[in-house]
C-alpha cells in the first residue's frame, strides 16, 4: 500500500530482499496469507523464491510491526484475527488520524486541497463500480482509499505522525478486507462529506465525519461475524 522506498537517488531498485518482504506482507495485509497460517520457511522459500536465512530476516520485520507471531521454537504464524483486536487497531487509527487530519486542514495549502480532490475522484469512481455490483478490483478500491485518507492528513507536518499512521492503515486495512467490508453508499457518503468538509476547512466537521466512518465500519464488520470475539 505504501510508495515502495527507493534505496538511494541513483534511480537504482529495491534490492531482491525488499521485494520479498514487501510480496509477503502484501499477502498478509489481503489475506493471500490467512490469519493463523502456519509460516514454513521451506515452503516459503518455494514460493517466494528465496533463501530461508532471507526468509527469516524479513520474517523478524514482520514480527516487530505485529504482522505475524512466533510459536517459540516452532516457527511462525501469520497474527490471528479478533473482535477485542479490531477495537484496539481502530481505535488507534481514529487517534492518529484525527489528530493529523486536523493539523493538516489548519496548513495544506492550494496544492493540499488538489491532492485531496483528486485522490477523491480516484476513490469515488471505484465505489460507484463497487455500488454497481463490480467487485473485480477490490485491492485498487482500496489503494484509492488508502491515498485518499493519507491525501487528507498529508499536511500535517510530521513524518513521525505520517508513518506510524501508515503502519496502522495497513493493519486496520488487513482486518477490512479479511471480512471483506464495504459499506455501500454510506461509506461513499463520508467519503463525500469529509471531502466537504476538508475544503472548507472545517476541521471539528471532518474529524466526527471520521469518527463516525471509522466506528462505523468496526460495528459492521462485528455484525457481519466475519471475525471471532
Known amino acids: 500500500m505504501r510508495t515502495a522506498r527507493v534505496l538511494d537517488q541513483t534511480g537504482s531498485t529495491e534490492t531482491i530482499g525488499e521485494k520479498t518482504y514487501r510480496r509477503i506482507r502484501s499477502d498478509i495485509i489481503f489475506g493471500r496469507l490467512a490469519p493463523g497460517q502456519k509460516l514454513r ?5 518455494t514460493q517466494y523464491e ?6 527469516r530476516e524479513l520474517l523478524n520485520r514482520l514480527l516487530v510491526e505485529g504482522l505475524i507471531v512466533a510459536e517459540g521454537q516452532r516457527g511462525f504464524e501469520v497474527m490471528p484475527v479478533s473482535a477485542d483486536r479490531w477495537h484496539e487497531i481502530a481505535a488507534m487509527r481514529e487517534l492518529l488520524e484525527g489528530h493529523a487530519l486536523r493539523q493538516s486542514i489548519e496548513s495544506g495549502d492550494v496544492e493540499w486541497e488538489g491532492r485531496v480532490v483528486a485522490a477523491h475522484h480516484k476513490l469515488a469512481t471505484l465505489e460507484k463500480q463497487l455500488l454497481s455490483g463490480d467487485r473485480s478490483q477490490t485491492e485498487t478500491w482500496k489503494r484509492y482509499d488508502w491515498e485518499f485518507h493519507h491525501a487528507l492528513i498529508s499536511c500535517c507536518g510530521s513524518k513521525a505522525l505520517l508513518d506510524a499512521h501508515s503502519a ?29 468538509a476538508a475544503l472548507k476547512r472545517d ?3 471532518a474529524a466526527d465525519v471520521l469518527v463516525k466512518h471509522i466506528r462505523d465500519c468496526v460495528q ?5 461475524g466475519a471475525l471471532a470475539s
Open 41 to 45: 520457511l521451506e515452503r516459503l522459500s
Open 50 to 55: 528465496t533463501s530461508i536465512a532471507t526468509l
Open 168 to 196: 496502522i492503515f495497513d493493519k486496520y486495512l488487513r482486518y477490512q478486507i479479511i471480512a471483506v467490508v464495504f459499506r455501500g453508499e454510506a461509506a461513499a457518503r463520508e467519503h463525500r462529506e469529509l471531502l466537504k
Open 220 to 224: 459492521h464488520t462485528i455484525k457481519s
Open 203 to 205: 476541521a471539528d466537521a
